[in-house]
């Protein structure tokens, strides 16, 4: 099993800065959901599971990272299920890109430095 890095506090987007919630206490409000995370967009917070291996964190995080994009930019579309559908495609596709091409990763972190 991979070891699992403390997620940072905070995730600007778009000079937005959401924080980053992983207590324990989160599990009542995400099993309601029936999700491993979840996003406040008014209170600016995304929420996780605390308990999620490595891999399903990764994609958990992305995933929510793509709903917060998706509205900062305006992206709309017709149906909360429709927006299930495609943000989990963009968040589990670029997952795999990220995971398969450390390169790349690299490249991208230090690319403007």
Same mark, same amino acid.
């Given at each position: 099993? !991979? #070891?699992?890095?403390?997620?940072?506090?905070?995730?600007? @987007?778009?000079?937005?800065?959401?924080?980053?919630?992983?207590?324990?206490?989160?599990?009542?409000?995400?099993?309601?959901?029936?999700?491993?995370?979840?996003?406040?967009?008014? !209170? #600016?917070t995304?929420?996780?599971q605390h308990d999620q291996d @490595?891999?399903?964190?990764?994609?958990?995080?992305l995933h929510e990272v793509v709903h917060v994009v998706r509205q900062i930019m305006g992206v709309r579309l017709q149906d909360t299920d429709g927006e299930?559908?495609?943000?989990?495609?963009?968040?589990?596709?670029l997952n795999m890109v990220l995971v398969d091409n450390p390169e790349l990763v690299e490249w991208l972190r230090t690319a403007y430095a």
């Amino acid at each position: 099993m !991979k #070891r699992k890095r403390e997620l940072p506090k905070t995730l600007k @987007v778009a000079g937005f800065t959401y924080t980053i919630n992983t207590e324990e206490g989160n599990e009542r409000y995400l099993d309601a959901l029936e999700a491993w995370a979840a996003t406040s967009l008014q !209170k #600016r917070t995304l929420y996780f599971q605390h308990d999620q291996d @490595v891999e399903q964190l990764r994609e958990s995080v992305l995933h929510e990272v793509v709903h917060v994009v998706r509205q900062i930019m305006g992206v709309r579309l017709q149906d909360t299920d429709g927006e299930e559908k495609v943000v989990k495609a963009i968040s589990m596709g670029l997952n795999m890109v990220l995971v398969d091409n450390p390169e790349l990763v690299e490249w991208l972190r230090t690319a403007y430095a």
